[in-house]
């Protein structure tokens, strides 16, 4: 809410408490929408200043207040002109063959991360970032540079490979850029033609990046990250050592960017849902203790949070401990007291508020 000058009030406006005469007492109670005869009322009242609700008051979940603050507002602004200059560079790279340069794109990171100055802030506010049609794939790289970098300070990289890491997430998905967005971003199930299509910008980047003058790492990042530890993955069927240890990394962020962006089909997925999604796919599938110490990290950032789950003879509740070998399935306060959810298989959180 803000406290806004009787005199400036517009019709519409929703008042957040209640507008008070010292002499009269509640002139107009809280939650009344004003019109214009109100506000000539409490002009008369001489009433100089009341409090009127804003939209992120009229929000329910974390990251809707996170996308109707002033920070988020900011945020996006910056996060455009980033993403042009972004968009711009990688174009003149695939057009013209002109040669990456890797201080520019440093200098995207570091000018959206000051902006927030906060790693899981910077996250929350990519939850409710939803890119034009025609910028997604350059969005989600851009994301998967923001992604990486944060998760590089969670591990605590130094800067040589925390910024190594962030490069590789401007750049691991550059072939996704010579293919079509209605092949890359459809809707439903990949035919087996599509999806041996799509399984080809690994390939692409690959050729677009190995006569750059760049980290060999950064490279590999672009062929091997959808390789598996277990030897599931693509181009190569590479298995444990095999991938590039940064290629690994980049697995990891490419499939939490995955899950947590915005789609014109479908909302953000929350943390619960992204370690749950990430448990069920088989942990081994990842550089094991990497996966393992950022899903805790981001299972831990939930403590406090008050939650919405699929029952609602539990909802809301309070999480107040993760479980480190369950972590999509942490302890929760309910009105009914303490509730461990590895007892309960069936219940979900739905939502953070």
């Given amino acids: 809410m803000i406290s806004v000058a009787t005199v400036a009030l517009q019709p519409g406006m929703e008042l957040a408490e209640d507008a008070v005469s010292m002499r009269s007492g509640v002139i107009c109670p809280a939650r009344t929408k004003l019109d214009q005869g109100m506000i000539d009322k409490l002009k008369r009242y001489q009433i100089m200043v009341v409090t009127v609700m804003e939209p992120e008051d009229y929000t329910t979940t974390h990251y809707e207040k996170i996308a109707c603050s002033r920070a988020f507002k900011s945020f996006s602004e910056q996060y455009q002109t980033q993403l042009n200059t972004y968009k711009q560079m990688i174009n003149d790279v695939m057009e013209d063959r002109i040669y990456i340069n890797t201080d520019i794109l440093l200098t995207i990171y570091h000018t959206l991360y000051d902006n927030v100055g906060d790693g899981d802030l910077l996250l929350d506010m990519l939850y409710s970032m939803l890119p034009s049609e025609d910028n997604v794939t350059y969005a989600h790289c851009l994301n998967a540079a923001l992604i990486a970098g944060v998760f590089a300070s969670w591990l605590d990289f130094d800067e040589n490979e925390s910024n190594l890491m962030i490069l590789c997430g401007f750049l691991y998905d550059i072939g996704k850029l010579k293919l079509p967005n209605k092949l890359i971003w ?168």
């Fill in 186 to 353: 459809k809707v439903g199930k990949l035919t087996d033609f599509e999806f041996n299509w799509m399984k080809t910008h690994t390939t692409i980047g690959y050729d677009l990046l190995k006569n750059q003058p760049i980290d060999q790492h950064i490279i590999n990042a672009a062929l091997m990250h959808h390789e598996r530890d277990n030897g599931t993955g693509y181009p190569n069927k590479l298995m444990g050592d095999a991938i590039d240890r940064f290629a690994k990394y980049m697995a990891i962020v490419d499939g939490y960017d995955a899950m947590t962006s915005a789609r014109s089909y479908r909302n953000s997925l929350n943390p619960f849902q992204v370690i749950t999604n990430f448990e069920r796919g088989g942990l081994y599938q990842y550089d094991l203790t990497v996966v393992k110490r950022i899903l805790m990290h981001i299972a831990a950032h939930q403590v406090g949070h008050v939650v919405t789950l699929n029952d609602e003879q539990y909802s809301p509740a309070t999480v107040r401990m993760v479980n480190p070998d369950n972590l999509s399935r942490p302890i929760i306060e309910t009105e009914n007291g303490i509730i461990d959810m590895r007892s309960f298989p069936k219940l979900e959180i739905t939502a953070i508020l």
